[in-house]
């Protein structure tokens, strides 16, 4: 029996870290479906908690790499330090994108460059005759059942591979450069989508490449033109394989693809906003609006660009959906301690941002993170000279985005009173429980109340964080904590007590001779009463 040990993976084209899974472990399991060997699935959490989880496998496969980091609420990635203690007795392969930082081997495992697929099964004993992405599709369908194994099943989301590679493979940081363009069969990727579902997922993001609206476009040109037809018939075929899907929803977008071809843009955002559900993100890799370090980078988007992207996908997304949330809304990506960057750079990104402020538009999400160096790119000229010069810029930046920008954006998008449906529980702190929304970016909503992890709640706003909020959760008056009562809107301490003294209430009239008119309106719009 081979193991598998997911250490989660985070690229700038694929996400891995629960609740998402990334296509790799399911890739794995079906190679060793495919050649009759025995597998067993854990993650890295799992691990931690368990080591004999793996204990019986005589070989274990080790996933791992971020490249992209961020802050994880769902799990804790495998780091370099951690990789000699992880089975020391036991013979290892290890791939992802943590083989390309490492500096040498590591004892005990063999390391199989990124991208793994073709030499991993190679090793394996397999016979590797195609040699683009398709060479997948058949490991994806085998291997879909290994989402059964995942400690969150079935809360999960199933990150899914349309290409890999970016044609424009010159921005002087990204790891994507490695990966030629290679196109999965449409087909095959609503297979991949079936099996998944028939396994009992309900949850979806077309990630795992670098602009989705460049899927099977037209490559032979300068910038890749967008075929909204194709698009219009992807998104029929999978709704009609899988018709009860909770989560559909994607990853990037170039907006030089929007600004070079609106036209076909604007049919395809009108697809997604049609066809994939609402809380959808199209995360713009801007990097910069700066003009001189796009340049020294050879960024692909101009601060114009971005901005036209942003107008076209407010145009049509930008309306409240079922669950709470706008249909589909821009996020930006920006990178510090590029090449060129200066202290002027910080006040251009800022200007920016208060540009979108000021003519109206929504963005869900402002990503910032300094750079990762890797050997084999171009800013491993300058290492991270830059990071380390400019760090107090960046705390600085961050700080006046987070008050400025973050929390005005935030009212925008969820002002008090809205209903967020589905708030999947995570974590919970005293009186206070942390939970996501199953979908590409969540917002994490912090719920007043003491609620099991996976538990569903629908929750109000109430308040906000510079990038969380507060709600309160939809449940029944007399059912509701006197430290809840206390925390709905216009119901002070008081008012809270006299609730909790007068319980049960059955009826709406009792309710009304209680707290008065008024407060009962507000019960109506945050509790569940009797009629």
Known sequence: MIGILDGYVDEPSCLGVPPYISPYPRYIAGMLERLGIRWKYATVDEYRRNPEVLQKAKKVIVIAGIAVPGKYMGGRPLSLKELPSIYPEKGKILVGPITLEMKGEIEGYTSIRFPFEHELYRILGGEVRDFSRNFVNEFAVLGAKIVKEHPDFPNIICEIETYKGCYWKRCSFCIERIHRVSMRDPKAVVREIKALYTHGVRHFRLGNQTDFFTYMADFSREYPKPDPEFMRSFHRAIWRECPKIKTLHLDNVNPKTIAEYPEESREIIKTVVCYQTPGNIAAFGMESADERVIEKNNLLAHPEDVMFAIEMINRYGRYTGFNGLPYFLPGINFVFGLKGETKETFQRNYDFLMDILERGLLVRRVNL?????????????????????????????????RENFDRKMLEKILPKGRLIRDVRIEERHGRISFGRQLATYPILVGVVGSFERNTFVDARVVDYGRRSITAFPKIDINSASLYQLMHIPGIGERTASNIAAMRPFRSSDEIERTVGRERAKILRKYLIIPD
Not at 374 to 379: E, H, K, Q
């Open 369 to 401: 993170r300094q750079v990762k160096v890797f050997d084999f790119t171009p800013m491993a000229e300058i290492g991270e000279k830059k990071v380390r010069r400019h760090k107090r810029y960046f705390r600085l930046f961050k700080e006046k985005i």
